[in-house]
Every structure is written in structure tokens, then in C-alpha cells.
Nanobody, 133 residues
């Protein structure tokens, strides 16, 4: 069973950058879609990015498009979320999660919409990102 650990969060001024890492252990990321989600205080958890391991599909949410990039390094069993031009509204706890891409009829990472939380059943503990104005 895959275990995920996020790192890279912290405090940054508006306009700054952070790179979050999601390191997997216990299993290769092959066969898993990886999603990045965030939850701000008082708000619901939202999916902002995802990457598939079985096809080229990637998704970047409209709220972060042009500022965030998702990528993977299979040799390191790691998925990254590069966050540039950060805004105070990006302040949240950021989670990575894995969804086994077991059903070829299901888009675990669709390029047309955010990753669906219910499909992701392995979660990291989260990393806090604070963006000051």
C-alpha cells in the first residue's frame, strides 16, 4: 500500500514561490494518479492539480493556472507542485493523494475538471502554506 508524505510548505511573501514534494513509499507510483488538494480555514477541500501515470492527462485548476505546475519524477517516486506568483488566497493546508487507476473507464485525473476527492484513497498528512501580503 502506498504511503505519501508532503513537504516544502512554509511562509512566503506574496509573489514568492514554493515547491511542494509528495514522496511515495511502500509502492511505486506507477498505476496511481496523484492529486494535489488544498483546504483553507473554513472552506471545503478542493482539488487543484493532478497527474496520471497511465496516460498524459494533467489538470491544473483555473484558480492556479499559469502559476502552479505539476510534475513527476518516477526515479524518485515523487510528484511536485511548483507554486509561483503566490497570493494570500493560496494560504491553505496542501495535501497530495493517490488514486489507483484500476478502471480504464474512469478518469482518475481528467484534463477537463478537478480531481474527484472520493476517487483518492491514500492521503498524506498535509503541509501548511502561508502567503503573507
Amino acid at each position: 500500500e502506498v504511503q505519501l508524505v508532503e513537504s516544502g510548505g512554509g511562509l512566503v511573501q506574496a509573489g514568492g514561490s514554493l515547491r511542494l514534494s509528495c514522496v511515495a513509499s511502500g509502492s511505486s507510483l506507477d498505476g496511481y494518479a496523484i492529486g494535489w488538494f488544498r483546504q483553507a480555514p473554513g472552506k471545503e477541500r478542493e482539488g487543484i492539480a493532478c497527474i496520471s501515470s497511465v496516460d498524459p492527462s494533467r489538470y491544473i485548476g483555473d484558480s492556479v493556472k499559469g502559476r502552479f505546475t505539476i510534475s513527476s519524477d518516477n526515479d524518485k517516486n515523487t510528484v511536485y507542485l511548483q507554486m509561483d506568483k503566490l497570493k494570500p488566497e493560496d494560504t491553505a493546508v496542501y495535501y497530495c493523494a493517490a488514486a489507483p487507476e484500476a478502471n480504464p473507464s474512469v478518469y482518475y485525473c481528467s484534463p477537463w475538471g478537478p480531481p474527484r476527492i472520493l476517487l483518492y484513497d491514500h492521503w498524506g498528512q498535509g503541509t501548511q502554506v502561508n502567503v503573507s501580503s
